[in-house]
């Protein structure tokens, strides 16, 4: 079993920046993709960012897309979500997600995730 712990979030004025960060533990995840994911209230939850094992595939959804960077820690069982210029339509929970198994690619689909942290609210006022 993986349990996953976001970390990070807060409030933060539009133009800022956030570093969120994911640790895991319970079981290595150096070999799982890793997905950032967003909800809004009252909207579905979304792929912000997701990464191979090695770091080497990286996706970004288009809302975010040179203003994001996901990156992975292996040796800290630990995933990262770096966003800049932020903007009041970021506001969301942000979630960290794993798929078990060897992954040489990213997965966007929330669904294909195996574990789920609890989340992590980004604020950012106008």
């Known amino acids: 079993q993986v349990q996953l712990v976001e970390s990070g979030g807060g409030l933060v004025q539009a133009g800022g920046s956030l570093r969120l960060s994911c640790a895991a533990s319970?079981?290595?995840?150096?070999?799982?993709?890793m997905g950032w994911f967003r909800q809004a209230p009252g909207k579905e939850r979304e792929p912000v960012a997701a990464i191979s094992w090695s770091g080497g595939s990286t996706y970004y959804a288009d809302s975010v897309r040179g203003r994001c960077t996901i990156s992975r820690d292996n040796a800290k069982n630990t995933v990262y979500l770096q966003v800049n210029s932020l903007k009041p339509e970021d506001t969301a929970v942000y979630y960290c997600a794993a798929l078990q198994g060897h992954r040489s690619r990213y997965y966007p689909n929330p669904d294909e995730y195996d574990y789920w942290g609890q989340g992590t609210q980004v604020t950012v006022s106008s």
């Open positions: 319970g079981r290595t995840v150096s070999r799982y993709a």
